[in-house]
């Protein structure tokens, strides 16, 4: 993963290159001691993740990020913590603050390397499925292959080796893992919300709380997936 550190504080750009210099699989490609010079780097560099400080002179983090058509991943790095709410509606991965400790650190590095290979599925399994132009899956129940359209689909609940796909007119149970059929559905069309249910976006009635309603049913937000279920909700939030 190529990051790039946006600060003006040369001290929490050391900080930040120690941290970085720790985790094989991350590279910092740039440091950028204010927006505009983070605005020239991307233009010429690709940059999965930027670290990016919120107080700075010219142009704050925030308004930066708002100016980017296309920003990478983003993690704020701030003093500041009154700025998280706004953050959240910016769709950044996390928030962390100053002074930032290795293991929040790293948690937060996680969650971007995490997203990033999320979006990678997104492009590949969306690609597919606008290939071969299917609205429906078959999967095998009671020794038949029973044919389940997409839009039929309000959740599918796992148990063990068992899956459970509750439709609009009832319920099909088949042997498999909700790993394997999580693969073969439109990633645009379905999220996992949990590791043991995967809803279909268009039936989500309301978030409420650490909930996602659906047919009056409350089904629960993993702590693991909440980010990435939130951030596709801020897209459509008005």
Known sequence: MRVMIV????LALDIL???????PSIELVRRCKNAIEAFDAL????????FLDIQMPQLTGID?????KNPPLVIFTTAYPNYAIEGYELNVIDYLLKPISLERFMKAVNKAQNQLELQKGEVSTVSGNEAD???????????????????????IEGLKDYVIIRTTTGRV????????????????LFKRIHRSYIVALDKIDAIVGNMVEINKKHLPIGKNYRDTLLAIINKNRL
């Open 133 to 155: 132009g299917s609205d429906f899956i078959f999967v095998k129940s009671d020794k038949k292959l029973i044919k389940i359209k997409y839009d039929e689909i309000n959740y």
């Open 43 to 50: 233009k010429t560099e690709k940059i999965d993740l930027m």
């Open 7 to 10: 600060d003006d504080e040369p």
């Open 64 to 68: 930066f990020l708002k100016s980017l």
């Open 173 to 188: 149970i088949t042997l498999q893992t909700m790993k394997s059929l999580e693969a073969k559905l439109p990633y645009n």
């Open 17 to 23: 290159e120690t941290f970085i210099d720790k985790i």
